[in-house]
């Protein structure tokens, strides 16, 4: 079965760049079908939609964070990746990424599975 | 985007019948997905679609949807249950989900 699994640094200083990456196992990206998501949640606050990336590349990001967000795909490594630029306070989350397929896949949209989830501290 | 509203919290007795509501304009379109988050642990799907539970979800939780509101109902609620539900729906600025229902079993 499909398992997910971020990684990256749990710290970043407000301005900076918040870098994260999900590994894929149990499944390859390549296959397609599939959008690889990021999700993230605000200490306890709800969920919010970041943005996705299918294995072309092509992307699809929230209109409220798309200015900062870069989402990328590293087929050969199984992976994919987030960028949020000029991060703040307000940024300090957890992250997490999921898989949803896409609707010619599936008309039935929903996340499953997710990664555990990494929290991501922005503070000087 | 569009915007998902759910009840912040609500309590019900062990072994009695809970009913989550999800409202918005983006489900009059599509369908919503539920998702159990409890305390430290990522949110797991437990309906999609219609009312659809994925293997490894017990028969007591069930989905149904009519115009812009979506209903999570567990039925013979357990203990285990407690725990934070979110729905989830496409819309037209890709996903948006719920704020979320706090679930407390007396």
């Known amino acids: 079965q499909v398992q997910l699994q971020e990684s990256g640094p749990g710290l970043v200083k407000p301005s900076q760049t918040l870098s994260l990456t999900c590994t894929v196992s149990?499944?390859?990206?390549?296959?397609?079908?599939?959008?690889w998501s990021w999700i993230r949640q605000h200490p306890g606050k709800g969920l919010e939609w970041i943005g996705y990336i299918y294995y072309s590349g092509s992307t699809y990001y929230n209109p409220s964070l798309k200015s900062r967000v870069t989402i990328s795909v590293d087929t050969s490594k199984n992976q994919f990746s987030l960028k949020l630029s000029s991060v703040t306070a307000a940024d300090t989350a957890v992250y997490y990424c999921?898989?949803?397929?896409?609707?010619?896949?599936?008309?039935?949209?929903?996340?499953?599975?997710w990664g555990q989830g990494t929290l991501v501290t922005v503070s000087s | 985007s569009s915007e998902l509203t759910q009840d912040p919290a609500v309590s019900v007795a062990l072994g009695q019948t809970v009913r989550i509501t999800c409202q918005g304009d983006?489900?009059?379109?599509?369908?919503a997905s539920w998702y159990q988050q409890k305390p430290g642990q990522a949110p797991v799907l437990v309906i999609y679609g219609k009312n659809n539970r994925p293997s490894g979800i017990p028969d007591r939780f069930s989905g149904s949807s009519s115009g812009n509101t979506a209903s999570l109902t567990i039925t013979g609620a357990q203990a285990e249950d407690e725990a934070d539900y979110y729905c989830n729906s496409r819309d037209s600025s890709g996903y948006v989900f719920g704020t979320g229902t706090k679930v407390t079993v007396l």
């Open positions: 983006s489900l009059r379109s599509y369908y």
């Open positions: 149990g499944g390859s990206i390549s296959s397609g079908g599939y959008y």
């Open positions: 999921a898989r949803v397929p896409t609707p010619e896949t599936d008309w039935l949209s929903r996340f499953d599975p």
